[in-house]
């Protein structure tokens, strides 16, 4: 199976149709969070992203909320959102896990979790498949520009318990477009110009 993966939009429109071309190449695109700009232009960001025709696996970042995704999708019938829930695409299961993780220092307008939070909607998650996640593992392409791991110890250690085949995340811009590894689970933050990845047979 063929994946496009890309995550922090925030309303780059020029990007969006970019993703839209690169699209055509693919069996399922994957849209790790953050297609708004601070809970704003959502609308506008997916108007352009409804031109995908391939089944999507979308889930919110921490610029718009779970809810504002769905409403924004209505009508959209190969997108898949996804927070604390999954769903299975030519036999590979993905489960989604939205918003900031930990909580960020931004404030109200940001859809956060606590880390407590992230292990109740974790727990569905399935063993092997894929997991998209908004915020990335801790210590796993979560260094921000001043150097902090600011990562998820609840994602970290829910791929070491389930031996995940890929975590598609993005959340830190500065890890954006890198690969790593987290004992055999590739770990993707993906940025905004689109990454075409091969799911190897499992």
């Keep these: 199976m063929k994946l496009l993966l890309f995550s922090d939009l925030h309303c780059d429109i020029v990007a969006a149709q970019r993703l839209v071309d690169q699209a055509r190449q693919v069996d399922v695109v994957v849209g790790a969070g953050d297609f708004a700009n601070v809970r704003r232009g959502l609308d506008q960001a997916m108007a352009v992203l409804k031109a995908i025709s391939q089944p999507l696996v979308l889930v919110p970042g921490n610029s718009e909320s779970d809810e504002e995704l769905s409403w ?6 190969n997108a898949h959102v996804l927070h ?3 769903t299975t695409i030519a036999g590979v299961d993905f489960y ?3 918003g900031g993780i930990p909580v960020t220092p931004f404030g109200a307008w940001s859809f956060d979790f ?4 992230a292990d109740q909607l974790l727990a569905g998650c399935p063993s092997s498949g894929v ?3 908004h915020s990335p593992p801790q210590g796993v392409l979560d260094r921000s520009s001043r150097g902090e791991h ?3 110890i609840a994602i970290r250690r829910a791929i070491e318990q389930r031996q995940l085949q890929l975590v598609v995340c993005g959340h830190i811009h500065a890890s954006a477009g890198q690969e790593a590894m987290l004992g055999q689970t590739t770990v993707i933050n993906a940025g905004p ?3 075409i990845w091969e799911l190897p047979r499992w």
Aim: aromatic share 4%; charged share 10%; net charge negative.
């Design 131 to 133: 997991l998209v996640s």
């Design 96 to 98: 989604g896990l939205g």
């Design 150 to 152: 600011l990562g998820s």
């Design 193 to 195: 110009r689109g990454i």
């Design 84 to 86: 604390g829930s999954g």
């Design 72 to 77: 924004a999708c209505q009508g959209w019938p």
């Design 114 to 117: 606590t880390e407590a939070e």
